[in-house]
């Protein structure tokens, strides 16, 4: 693969934005130390999704995810399209642990690339590289969907393992498409035209394109989140 040379402005924009997502992460974990979610899984959740949301999610943590004392206005119903999206972000958390344990994986172990088809089937190691990403990504979020499911519905651990299933399949396929056309445009629309290759993953300019990348996940998986929790697959939050 060829990387590009990227202009400064580029690579202090990407530090900068990586550094902004970072410190709300930071900030909502903190405040989860002092004041823990209810359900646990959540304490993951939104440090996570503040990675790539930045001061978007910082907000919504602050709008509809705070645990506050009884009688705070936080615990008020929040209205249907924040539900869906701590349902969407719920999703989005475990897709982005498996997409930054996949992609650094296979940085350090350019083989788990080759297992998954470079050099055979893709001549691109992205593409590759895509298939754990993806596997790793539906894992997790399956994993953070049992944690949701089965004690809000009082489940046994494989009526658990099957609702979580249900609840995002559609969810996970969503995001990862949302994340994956976006990662493409800007690595091979963006990057290797103007810069002469495209970013690699040790670089700031990767993780900027991922975070810009995950919002599109967030942006495709919304309507699918909607549906879900219409249709009662997948729970309220």
Known sequence: MTYGTFPDWLRYLSLAWIALGGLCALVIAADEIRQPQKMWIMNVVWPVTALFGTFVWLGAYYAWGRNSPVGGHENTKPPF?????????????????????????????????????????????????????????????????????????????????IAALKADIASITAWQIGMYGLMAIIQFLWFKPAYGGVAEVASPEFWFAMQLAMLAGFATSYPANWWLIRKGLKEKM
């Open 81 to 161: 399209a924040a539900m869906v999206l701590k349902g969407t972000s719920h999703c989005g958390a475990g897709c982005a642990l498996g997409d930054l344990i996949a992609e650094w994986g296979a940085f350090i172990f350019p083989v788990v690339a080759v297992w998954f088809g470079w050099h055979t089937v893709f001549a691109e190691k992205t593409f590759a590289v895509w298939i754990p990403d993806f596997l790793l990504a539906f894992l997790l979020g399956i994993v953070f969907q049992y944690f949701t499911i089965k004690p809000m519905r009082d489940l046994s651990p494989w009526q658990g393992v």
